[in-house]
T-cell receptor
Framework: GENVEQHPSTLSVQEGDSAVIKCTYSDSASNYFPWYKQELGKGPQLIIDIRSNVGEKKDQRIAVTLNKTAKHFSLHITETQPEDSAVYFCAPTFGGGGADGLTFGKGTHLIIQP | SAVISQKPSRDICQRGTSLTIQCQVDSQVTMMFWYRQQPGQSLTLIATANQGSEATYESGFVIDKFPISRPNLTFSTLTVSNMSPEDSSIYLC?????????????FGQGTRLTVV
């Protein structure tokens, strides 16, 4: 099965600064790399994803980069805002998780300091 | 997209009893899953809820402890049986709208269970 490591476990940044969270995986067959955001008292929500044939994807202030050779991908958040405070999970998988469910990383608690 | 409703949102139960959690999706989905999330921890997949047949359980989870039903495409239940304090956790229902590749997973808000 997939072994997923996520770092750091906690990240505190000043509002307006950038945040980077890294996810390392073991299964070279993985071809879909999503990031989920979980706010307090809610279920996770997909915020961005990338497929194995793409190296980078951006959506406004968030981006994901993939290094398939090194088997890691990262979430980048620029110009952080208070509403970015949450727990972020990566969930690398083969086939997108549509049929098989997801294996999540341990999560990163992002704290935005005002 | 899909909106997932779970009931109850929270409960406090006596050890030795059972609790059934309901999950309703507002649109037809292909796959439904149940996860457990212990406080401050990540999500762990319990099982895939299969329509009209027995659920498929992950290692460490068994049907006698976590019976699951899925009578139709949009509804599923998870029962936590013969509860002990170690079962205190958040249980989340998830669904995907396609069985294909690279598909977004949607989650309910979770059921926070405390066993005393």
């Amino acid at each position: 099965g997939e072994n997923v490591e996520q770092h750091p476990s906690t990240l505190s940044v000043q509002e307006g600064d950038s945040a980077v969270i890294k996810c390392t995986y073991s299964d070279s067959a993985s071809n879909y790399f999503p990031w989920y955001k979980q706010e307090l008292g809610k279920g996770p929500q997909l915020i961005i994803d990338i497929r194995s044939n793409v190296g980078e994807k951006k959506d406004q202030r968030i981006a994901v980069t993939l290094n398939k050779t090194a088997k890691h991908f990262s979430l980048h958040i620029t110009e952080t805002q208070p509403e970015d405070s949450a727990v972020y999970f990566c969930a690398p998988t083969f086939g997108g998780g549509g049929a098989d469910g997801l294996t999540f990383g341990k999560g990163t608690h992002l704290i935005i300091q005002p | 997209s899909a909106v997932i409703s779970q009931k109850p949102s929270r409960d406090i139960c006596q050890r030795g009893t059972s609790l059934t959690i309901q999950c309703q999706v507002d649109s037809q989905v292909t796959m439904m899953f149940w996860y457990r999330q212990q406080p401050g921890q990540s999500l762990t997949l319990i099982a895939t809820a299969n329509q009209g047949s027995e659920a498929t359980y992950e290692s460490g989870f068994v049907i006698d402890k976590f019976p699951i039903s899925r009578p139709n495409l949009t509804f599923s239940t998870l029962t936590v049986s013969n509860m002990s304090p170690e079962d205190s956790s958040i249980y989340l229902c998830s669904a995907t709208t396609s069985g294909g590749r690279n598909t977004e997973a949607f989650f309910g808000q979770g059921t926070r269970l405390t066993v005393v």
